[in-house]
């Protein structure tokens, strides 16, 4: 039992080192599966209509028209 424990090389410890690699790697894969669904459908919604695509170009790369003045307000 001492042998299989701690030193054969499938021995309990490194058993539950990589038990633990193999959960933490799991929840990583469903938060990135959710994170890929979730731009998916903004990525539809963005190819949907004309106004969204230009919404999320005025807010996320601060483009304006050339007719307009743009204000950033910084909240500390």
């Not at 701690?6 to 021995?11: A, R």
């Not at 539809?44 to 807010?59: D, I, Q, T, V």
Request: glycine content about 2%; overall charge negative.
């Amino acid at each position: 039992m001492v042998w299989i424990g701690f030193f054969d090389q499938n021995n309990l410890v490194d058993r539950f080192s990589l038990n633990s690699r193999i959960s933490d790697l799991e929840k990583q894969r469903t938060h990135y599966q959710a994170q890929i669904e979730d731009n998916i459908n903004r990525m539809e919604e963005l190819k949907g209509s004309h106004e969204n695509l230009e919404k999320f170009a005025r807010e996320q790369y601060l483009m304006k028209r050339p007719d307009e003045e743009l204000f950033i307000i910084i909240e500390e």
